[in-house]
């Protein structure tokens, strides 16, 4: 069997389609336009390109990018000053502080100060906990997008054995506790985990959210099982150029899985478009 490529990257433009229907109808009917302020401390390259991206997106939807770049050294004291004006500018719908932060930054300090109606990352604890408890809350984007997907492909996931590899806040918690809304039966397993083989071989949906590059084997799943990449990880090549790859080592995973995500365009666009849909939830929810 060859699998189902899951296309996260036309699955993504659909979204923001819809988001920029809905913004212009926002627009139209309020004469509202949802915001969006993104926080980068620091140069790391990475953060940057993704910065950009977020930044590019949210203006391609009709929404208000505001991008505030800090310095590595700015104080704990600067950033929390910066997270409170924007919890007060009711331009903005949606805040977001790009981790990781540098080290002398209290991460949960920070996170936990954004209010958490603009947290359209999902990451403040009431989000985290108001997930828990199966209230209304702020979802994480990377997870929310896994389980578009995950409906898409797999259908009603009611009573369907569930496996997430990674237990991050980020993530695998969240992505956790998503699945189990949806009544699956949720086991989440990690680095340390024993016998993850025979743990897999009972999954009918894997969420792989691990960090380590091509982790999961194809001979270790459930023939048929829908399979979600979320790693992204670089290794070298011999002739000294990079390649990307997943935790989920494609190559033999698809001869087994019933659908998959690739990596790169799987996981990845649907990250932001959940973001910008995020923000404009966020705004309906303060205009409503
Ligand atoms: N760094 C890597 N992914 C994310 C994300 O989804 N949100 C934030 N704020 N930082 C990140």
Redesign the pocket.
């Given at each position: 069997m060859t699998a189902r490529i899951i296309d996260g990257k036309a699955f993504a433009a659909i979204l923001r389609e819809s988001v920029a229907e809905h913004v212009s109808h926002l627009k139209k009917t309020h004469g509202i336009t949802p915001g969006l302020a993104v926080v980068l401390v620091g140069d790391d390259p990475?953060?940057q390109v993704?910065v950009r991206s977020k930044g590019k997106q949210t203006v391609e939807v009709g929404m208000h990018s505001y991008e505030h770049k800090l310095p590595a050294d700015t104080s704990e004291g600067e950033l929390l000053a910066l997270v409170e004006q924007l919890n007060m500018d009711p331009s903005v719908h949606g805040i977001?502080?790009?981790?990781?932060l540098p080290e002398h930054l209290d991460e949960a300090m920070v996170?936990n100060a954004i209010d958490p109606a603009k947290d359209v990352?999902g990451?403040h604890i009431s989000n985290a906990g108001l997930l828990a408890t199966g209230q209304k809350a702020m979802v994480?984007?990377?997870p929310l997008g896994c389980l578009m997907m995950l409906r898409e492909y797999s259908g009603n996931l009611s009573g369907l054995n569930a496996v997430v590899i990674g237990r991050s806040n980020?993530v695998g918690k969240p992505m956790a506790q998503l699945l189990l809304r949806e009544s699956c039966t949720v086991t989440v397993a990690h680095s340390r985990t024993r016998n993850l083989p025979d743990i897999l071989a009972k999954a009918d949906i894997v969420v792989a959210a691990v960090g380590q590059p091509l982790f999961v084997q194809g001979e270790w799943l459930k023939p048929g099982a829908t399979v979600i990449d979320v790693g992204i990880n670089r290794i070298d090549q011999e002739d000294g150029s990079t390649r990307l790859v997943g935790d989920v080592d494609y190559d033999t995973a698809k001869e087994v899985a019933g659908a998959i995500t690739p990596v790169p365009g799987g996981v990845g666009p649907m990250?932001i478009a959940c973001?910008l849909a995020n923000t404009v939830t966020a705004c309906c929810r303060a205009n409503a």
């Open positions: 990475a953060s993704y977001l502080v790009q981790l990781p996170i990352d990451f994480p984007c990377t980020i990250t973001l």
